[in-house]
T-cell receptor, first 113, second 107 residues
């Protein structure tokens, strides 16, 4: 167990809807990362937050947004959902930098119908 | 474009045989390179990283800057090594994963 938790484990929703995924980092980690894993795209880096501020941005769609709260937990908001957004969404955390070891959560499996 | 390539989706070897999982990356700046592993029903976890130069579970990986490769090697594969292996490259503001190689070690 890495100490990173994610909720919910599974989520089923319809196209056009909005969902929020939640992540709690390991104790002491200030950075949180979000990834999307789909069958055709593999594991894609979406975004990094460090101590409440956005630090790095990857292949995140404009329909997606994230934030990190003062208690360091993070939420990933996915809106106007499309069928192609169905994927496994991972959260990871590290002490500080992208170039450090990241500790991954179990993931949230999103199914858009 | 920044890229991490794992050319083999599937790799199958017999127990006790040597194994090499290939990883090539496109070079830009001074990336940090990692191998992450996902065992069945477990979360993704770090196997090893270039900067630490450790050998974990008998695996080693050598960075070859000339060939821009970071292949993962183990001289004698074990059945418990069967898993999904991901090569990853971290820049200052970017993180790229390869598509992964599923290693199966047969008894």
């Amino acid at each position: 167990d890495s100490g990173v938790t994610q909720t919910p484990k599974h989520l089923i929703t319809a196209t056009g809807q909005r969902v929020t995924l939640r992540c709690s980092p390991r104790s002491g980690d200030l950075s949180v990362y979000w990834y999307q894993q789909s069958l055709d795209q593999g594991l894609q880096f979406l975004i990094q937050y460090y101590n409440g501020e956005e630090r790095a941005k990857g292949n995140i769609l404009e329909r997606f947004s994230a934030q990190q709260f003062p208690d360091l937990h993070s939420e990933l908001n996915l809106s106007s959902l499309e069928l192609g957004d169905s994927a496994l969404y991972f959260c990871a955390s590290s002490v500080d930098l992208l170039q450090e070891t990241q500790y991954f959560g179990p993931g949230t499996r999103l199914l858009v119908l | 474009a920044q890229r991490v390539t794992q050319p083999e989706k599937l790799l199958s070897v017999f127990k006790g045989a040597p194994v090499e999982l290939k990883c090539n990356y496109s070079y830009s700046g001074s990336p940090e390179l990692f191998w992450y592993v996902q065992y069945s029903r477990q979360r993704l976890q770090l196997l090893l990283r270039h900067i630490s130069r450790e050998s974990i579970k008998g695996f080693t990986a050598d960075l070859n800057k000339g060939e821009t490769s970071f292949h993962l090697k183990k001289p004698f594969a074990q059945e418990e090594d069967s898993a999904m292996y991901y090569c990853a490259k971290a820049g200052v503001r970017d993180m790229r994963f390869g598509a992964g190689t599923r290693l199966t070690v047969k008894p």
